[in-house]
């Protein structure tokens, strides 16, 4: 079978004479579920019927540990004589709960802490309680630490987070000084980790507006920012090689109106406020286009910060250029990335 230019190994089904495809023949859960399988460290599926899925999972992606379970001897049978051998996966003949709730008794006491995909598909043979595997699920996966990265952003609002706060630190200069400015090899992340890159406020506040000219426009000022910024997010990336449960790029948030607030001499406003304004929005559009390329989580409660006019709102602020009232930026942690 060939997705997306490149080739997978398919089950062939021996009673039925034909090659199957995984996760029910749906190209649109296929899409989402090779996504997940290229990041990941286990794959667990409670439920294997007749192995079609477990042999795709096993077979082509061998850096994967596969854990499956089923509770029917036949299907558990079927399956096995589909799949034949396989190193790295190991079958249960047991329940779906039994399963769950063993797997880092029994085989690595380590698993919670890594990236795991589950494939609940143990809907169909009986009363099954699958709100409580997700329960369940949702309890042992949150074991793990978010980090925000970056300037003073990266403390405002955040609660229950490990903040490394890098100075007043712009966008720009650590996309031109990459490692020299951040290397998050020096913050204690660890596999199954979490991290939020927070940065572009001070280059919308300060920057931009002074290098704009008739021949360079803010447009392309900002394409050169966000291209550099995932340039040296990358080199972090791959040089660190922390296996990050999330990675995610906090947006920009609201500017400010200059006449109610306080204006640091060493960080004055350029530009007027639309003007600044029309800055940060092209600023994060720029940033979620990217994270839509790279497949990372465009961390974005920009609107639940807004007033109708398009600015900071001054209740839920320091009133200065800060989130002050995270409560929108918490709401979006555990909806996303717990």
């Not at 706060?165 to 992340?189: E, T, V």
């Not at 426009?217 to 090689?241: G, H, M, Q, V």
């Amino acid at each position: 079978m060939f997705y997306n230019d490149k080739e997978y190994e398919l089950v062939f089904d021996k009673s039925k004479g034909i090659y199957v495809t995984p996760f029910h023949n749906d190209l649109f859960m296929m899409k989402i579920m090779l996504n997940c399988l290229e990041n990941t460290e286990y794959f667990i599926e409670t439920c294997l019927f007749l192995g079609y899925t477990l042999y795709f999972v096993a077979k082509n992606f061998t850096n994967i540990i596969c854990y499956y379970c089923e509770i029917s001897e036949e299907y558990f049978n079927l399956a096995q004589n589909n799949i034949g051998q396989l190193d790295n996966l190991k079958i249960e003949l047991n329940s779906s709960p039994q399963a769950l709730y063993r797997l880092n008794k029994v085989y690595d006491d380590t698993i919670y802490n890594k990236y795991n995909v589950f494939w609940i598909d143990a809907h169909w043979c009986g009363n099954l309680p699958l709100l409580k595997y997700l329960l369940y699920i949702k309890e042992i996966e949150v074991n793990m630490s978010i980090h925000t990265i970056g300037d003073s952003h990266c403390m405002a609002g955040w609660e229950g987070v490990i903040t490394h706060h890098i100075g007043a630190l712009l966008c720009y200069s650590f996309g031109i000084q990459k490692l020299d400015r951040i290397d998050i090899r020096l913050f204690n992340i660890n596999d199954g980790d979490t991290i939020i890159f927070c940065l572009g406020e001070i280059d919308c506040r300060c920057q931009i507006h002074k290098h704009i000219t008739d021949l360079l426009k803010y447009e392309t000022i900002i394409d050169n920012i966000i291209y550099n910024y995932f340039e040296a997010i990358n080199l972090n990336l791959t040089n660190s090689n922390i296996k990050l449960k999330n990675i995610c790029i906090f947006n920009v948030v609201p500017p400010v109106q200059k006449y109610n607030c306080y204006e640091n001499p060493s960080y004055p406003f350029l530009g007027t406020d639309e003007e600044r304004k029309s800055y940060v929005l092209y600023f994060n559009k720029k940033l979620k286009e990217e994270c839509i390329k790279k497949n990372y989580i465009f961390f974005d409660v920009y609107d639940n910060y807004c007033d109708e006019n398009g600015y900071l709102i001054k209740n839920l602020s320091d009133d200065n250029v800060h989130i002050k009232n995270g409560i929108y930026i918490t709401n979006f942690i555990n909806k996303f990335l717990l």
